[in-house]
């Protein structure tokens, strides 16, 4: 079975298990990347509540094992525990104390998290961080066009490992970092979707005496109550009801806790408003957004004194970004938060939960916040089928129209191409920006006039149409 391009990601390694990701893929996945991680070096892993994850963790282990990697295994984690296994030294995070490691009081050199984040059960993948910066873009194309090249090479199984636990180490440095949080008296609805929240969450909450109630806290990768993905609405039912019922404010996950959701009686919170509310509490942030934000949010901080930056879509990028920059913050629309702010610098709903309570626990009214910004008429993410081979062409040709649009055509003030295209217009913009992980074209509209905001979407998406005819 040979083994596809198309599972080597921007962002991470994605595909469908035994179709995709199989025995020889992960495996040659394992040993190539130990290569270009440096023989000797140490990798944690973790994954994610799929019934395949153990199996990928086994031939992936296999892998990094054959090219010389000692392999640290953390078990059944969320996401942003992995990442936060890459701050900590080796010895307190093994378990038994007379293991033998090279350099005990460094942290791992790199990590893996096994996850298919908020995808379908059958899917899985690799998130990767390598010397505490992702492992994406260039670096995984050149991962996967050595593996493709070499893909006949035999790795025997050899699942030698190191059982670490960083779920304790993680669990005490959020209850010390949120101390002041003890006895929280807001009721609190946490949804964790069946995903892997609840390997850390509710120990932290409780050890803070908080009142809270719980849906769907048993990780299953099957996902049988509803898909863990908070951005989409028909996914928070069960919590906005629960929040209608018992809570004052609610909390909703995706399938690796790396995303999240922030519910009040009045307002499905998005992440660039979360930007706006996290920065009410630092002093002249920089933050970078990315570019489906809403222009509310870099208005806001310009005006506050912050500094805002657009940016590409995609936490790798956002990430690197911030460590360039020494942003403070970073955030996407569909919740992921990224902290450099009294933090590490990547995205970790748990703590970006703890972080909302702060506020509150502050007296920080986020309804009342939200609800004195400018209103403005934002779409949801809309998404345009199309295919890999043409979605970046589709992008280039839409640049080209531009150039020249129809006379009907909203005027257009200017065009931003970090990522896609994002025309700005008097009142407004729209983006078409190819989606990096499946074969779509993402676009979203703003406007301060809801009729306008309709008529950007309609000429934007007659454009694409006529880009796609010209393929």
């Not at 019934?51 to 282990?61: C, M, Q």
């Not at 460094?106 to 992702?134: C, L, Q, R, W």
């Not at 933090?343 to 970006?352: H, K």
Request: aromatic letters at 8%; a negative charge.
């Amino acid at each position: 079975m040979s083994i596809k391009s198309s599972i080597f990601r921007e962002y991470d390694i994605r595909g469908i298990y035994k179709k995709e990701l199989n025995e020889q893929s992960v495996k040659l996945i394992g040993y190539y990347l130990g290569q270009k991680i440096g023989g000797d070096k140490v990798v944690s892993i973790g994954y994610d509540a799929r019934s395949h994850s153990p199996i990928l963790r086994d031939y992936l282990t296999s892998g990094l094992n054959a090219a010389g990697c000692t392999v640290l295994d953390m078990g059944m984690v969320a996401t942003p525990v992995n990442y936060f296994s890459n701050y900590q030294s080796i010895k307190s995070l093994i378990i038994n104390p007379q293991s033998s490691i090279l350099n005990p009081d460094a942290s791992p050199d790199a990590s893996v998290m096994i996850t298919g984040s908020h995808n379908p059960s059958e899917y899985n993948g690799f998130k990767m961080t390598v010397d505490k910066s992702p492992f994406f873009g260039s670096d995984i194309y050149a991962l996967g066009d050595e593996i493709i090249a070499n893909q006949d090479r035999v790795i025997p199984d050899n699942t030698k490992k190191l059982d670490i636990d960083v779920k304790t180490p993680y669990i005490n440095y959020m209850v010390e970092q949120f101390s002041h949080l003890k006895n929280f008296p807001k009721k609190i609805v946490i949804d964790a979707g069946n995903g892997v929240a609840d390997t850390v969450i509710t120990d932290i909450f409780d050890a803070l005496n908080f009142n809270y109630t719980g849906l769907y806290l048993e990780p299953d990768g099957t996902f049988p109550n509803h898909h863990p993905d908070p951005s989409v609405e028909k996914n928070l039912v069960d919590v906005k009801a629960a929040l209608e019922k018992e809570g004052d404010i609610a909390f909703a996950y995706d399938g690796d806790a790396d995303r999240i959701a922030v519910l009040t009686h009045k307002h499905n919170i998005k992440g660039d408003q979360m930007a706006l509310l996290y920065t009410m509490k630092m002093e002249n942030p920089t933050v970078i957004g990315e570019v489906k934000c809403s222009q509310v949010m870099y208005d806001e901080l310009a005006r506050r004194g912050a500094k805002a930056i657009m940016y590409k879509t995609g936490h790798s990028n956002l990430k690197v970004k911030m460590k360039e920059t020494g942003a403070d913050l970073a955030c996407e629309v569909s919740g992921h938060i990224f902290f450099k702010h009294r933090y590490f610098g990547y995205d970790d709903a748990i703590y970006a939960t703890l972080r909302m309570l702060e506020l509150i626990h502050d007296g920080i009214d986020l309804d009342a916040e939200l609800d004195a910004l400018p209103r403005v008429f934002s779409t949801e993410e809309l998404k345009v089928e199309t295919t890999e081979e043409e979605k970046f062409l589709i992008i280039d040709k839409v640049k080209e129209l531009l150039k020249n649009p129809s006379s009907d055509f909203p005027a257009i003030v200017d065009i931003i191409d970090i990522d896609g295209v994002r025309i700005n217009f008097e009142k407004g913009w729209g983006l078409v920006r190819a989606s990096n992980t499946t074969p779509v074209l993402v676009t979203r509209f703003e406007s301060t006039d809801e009729a306008l905001a309709k008529e950007y979407e309609l000429k934007v998406n007659a454009l694409i149409q006529k880009a796609k005819s010209l393929l």
